[in-house]
């Protein structure tokens, strides 16, 4: 029987990367943006590689959304096999001009998503006692990093978070990993400026910035049974950016 795939925030960027990477090795996909046209046209490239793919609306920080989710990703696919916690945004400004409000915005949709998404498919993985789990971390969750005290502090959690789940669940075959991305080329990296690029790139020792595809690269690893001793890890994917 084949095995479904389920990655969060997968319509672009790092998930949509991981989730045509996961259909490459024969996974079904569940694509999740927060609304389906967002996710048509990674599910098309996942189709084209010869998996079944679907997308599944919801707004990951709400936990009515995600049971909501959870239970027609149940009804059409039957498994979930792999969670990829990958939905992300950043709020970017220095701590003393950063609202409360976008401080709150980014706990919630960075961090209390992992916790719906975990709780709710590693319910379903519990029955199977089998299931692998891996969230997206970043640099700045390890070392933190100015302009950021409400992404750091979220990214802080999902490692925290990461170890937690994998000694809850690792007695059950549910293993729980992370990787800490550092600067790779999409979307939400694409909004710095030129100068905030150049100072980033000055601390790389690989000096180039990273593709999604070398993220998706070590979280097919992490899903796979190559990796089936590995739990409660954070593998940092960073070119070097600190060592
Ligand atoms: P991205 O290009 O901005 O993509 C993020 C995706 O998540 C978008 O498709 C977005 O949908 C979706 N999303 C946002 N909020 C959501 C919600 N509440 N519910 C469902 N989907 C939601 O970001 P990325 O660079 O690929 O980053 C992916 C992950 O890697 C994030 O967790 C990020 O923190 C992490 N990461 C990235 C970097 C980097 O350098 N790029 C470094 C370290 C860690 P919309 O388009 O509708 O907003």
Same mark, same amino acid.
């Given at each position: 029987?084949?095995?479904?795939?389920?990655?969060?925030?997968?319509?672009?960027?790092?998930?949509?990367?991981?989730?045509?990477?996961?259909?490459? @090795?024969?996974?079904?996909?569940?694509?999740n943006?927060l609304?389906?046209?967002?996710?048509?046209?990674t599910? &098309?490239?996942?189709?084209?590689?010869?998996?079944?793919?679907?997308?599944f609306a919801?707004?990951v920080? @709400?936990?009515a959304?995600?049971?909501?989710?959870?239970?027609?990703?149940k009804?059409?696919?039957? +498994?979930?096999d792999?969670?990829?916690?990958n939905?992300?945004i950043?709020?970017d400004?220095?701590l003393?001009?950063?609202?409360? &409000?976008?401080? @709150?915005t980014?706990?919630?949709?960075?961090?209390?998503?992992?916790?719906?998404?975990?709780?709710l498919? %590693?319910a379903?993985m519990?029955?199977?006692k089998s299931?692998?789990?891996?969230?997206?971390a970043?640099?700045?969750?390890?070392? %933190?990093?100015?302009?950021q005290?409400?992404?750091?502090?979220?990214? %802080?959690?999902?490692?925290? *978070?990461?170890k +937690?789940?994998?000694?809850?669940l690792?007695?059950r075959g549910?293993?729980v990993?992370?990787?800490?991305?550092?600067?790779i080329?999409t979307p939400? +990296?694409?909004?710095?400026? &030129?100068?905030?690029?150049?100072?980033?790139?000055?601390?790389?020792? *690989?000096?180039?910035?990273g593709?999604?595809?070398?993220?998706?690269?070590?979280?097919?690893?992490?899903c796979?049974d @190559?990796?089936?001793?590995?739990?409660?890890?954070?593998i940092?994917?960073?070119?070097g950016?600190s060592m």
């Open positions: 029987m084949s095995k479904t795939a389920i990655i969060t925030g997968s319509g672009r960027g790092i998930g949509a990367a991981i989730a045509k990477r996961l259909a490459k @090795d024969g996974f079904d996909i569940a694509i943006e609304s389906e046209e967002a996710g048509q046209q599910a &098309e490239e996942c189709r084209a590689l010869g998996v079944k793919a679907g997308v919801a707004d920080s @709400d936990y959304q995600c049971e909501e989710m959870i239970k027609k990703v009804d059409e696919f039957k +498994t979930i792999v969670l990829v916690n939905a992300g950043t709020r400004g220095l003393l001009r950063m609202s409360e &409000e976008t401080y @709150d980014v706990i919630r949709i960075n961090q209390k998503s992992v916790f719906n998404m975990t709780k498919a %590693g379903a519990l029955r199977q299931g692998s789990i891996v969230n997206l970043s640099v700045a969750g390890l070392y %933190g990093n100015p302009g005290m409400n992404y750091s502090a979220s990214k %802080g959690a999902v490692i925290a *978070m990461t +937690t789940a994998a000694k809850e690792g007695s549910i293993r990993n992370a990787v800490a991305p550092g600067f080329q939400m +990296t694409d909004k710095l400026t &030129e100068e905030q690029k150049s100072a980033i790139l000055g601390q790389i020792a *690989m000096k180039r910035y593709q999604p595809e070398e993220i998706a690269n070590v979280v097919a690893f992490l796979s @190559d990796s089936s001793y590995v739990t409660g890890q954070i940092e994917i960073s070119g950016l």
